[in-house]
T-cell receptor
Framework: NAGVTQTPKFQVLKTGQSMTLQCAQDMNHNSMYWYRQDPGMGLRLIYYSASEGTTDKGEVPNGYNVSRLNKREFSLRLESAAPSQTSVYFC????????????FGPGTRLTVL | QKEVEQNSGPLSVPEGAIASLNCTYSDRGSQSFFWYRQYSGKSPELIMSIYSNGDKEDGRFTAQLNKASQYVSLLIRDSQPSDSATYLCAVNTNTDKLIFGTGTRLQVFP
């Protein structure tokens, strides 16, 4: 039981390049989330998916797109990376019960030069 | 006003002392409350959840909830250097999203 997995762990991009961050969970959770974490800013929600086939914007969606490929997988795409997108990105998943909490993946450290 | 507020710290306590971490939230409709611990360079991990007013104990950790005051706290008894981390408070307002505070950095010194 791997929980939430993310790839890659580290990535360096040049400004304008594109890339996709992959996330998968094996807990049969309905909801999945993408956050970014910057020093002093806490966790900021980029996009989330309450169920397969649905996605919604979070607090900081600009410059990102997402795809909920199936119940297990939720990917985050940067179409044209900018230095302001240098951050640590966390994927999380959550069950559907009232008290179900979120479980986080190990994170992706992205640097945009 | 931020939806979930925490003192950023650092909170420094000696080994063996009680560390008290506090969190306030703005939405009175909040239903579920969580404390996460995050070590430097690692992802957040859940350490406590609480849903009803009062105290909930789990080992050295006690979560306290006061919905009337919109206040949730985490007490760590017999603090150890290994408890040094950032503690994130998270609140669920009966939606699909958790709202996170910015975290309190705890330092436990020998």
């Amino acid at each position: 039981n791997a929980g939430v997995t993310q790839t890659p762990k580290f990535q360096v991009l040049k400004t304008g390049q594109s890339m996709t961050l992959q996330c998968a969970q094996d807990m049969n959770h309905n909801s999945m989330y993408w956050y970014r974490q910057d020093p002093g800013m806490g966790l900021r929600l980029i996009y989330y998916s309450a169920s397969e086939g649905t996605t919604d914007k979070g607090e900081v969606p600009n410059g990102y797109n997402v795809s909920r490929l199936n119940k297990r997988e939720f990917s985050l795409r940067l179409e044209s990376a900018a230095p302001s997108q240098t951050s640590v990105y966390f994927c999380a998943s959550r069950g559907s019960g009232r008290g179900d909490t979120q479980y986080f993946g190990p994170g992706t450290r992205l640097t945009v030069l | 006003q931020k939806e979930v507020e925490q003192n950023s710290g650092p909170l420094s306590v000696p080994e063996g002392a009680i560390a008290s971490l506090n969190c306030t939230y703005s939405d009175r409709g909040s239903q579920s409350f969580f404390w996460y611990r995050q070590y430097s360079g690692k992802s957040p991990e859940l350490i406590m959840s609480i849903y009803s007013n009062g105290d909930k104990e789990d080992g050295r950790f006690t979560a306290q909830l006061n919905k009337a005051s919109q206040y949730v706290s985490l007490l760590i008894r017999d603090s150890q250097p290994s408890d040094s981390a950032t503690y994130l408070c998270a609140v669920n307002t009966n939606t699909d999203k958790l709202i996170f505070g910015t975290g309190t950095r705890l330092q436990v010194f020998p």
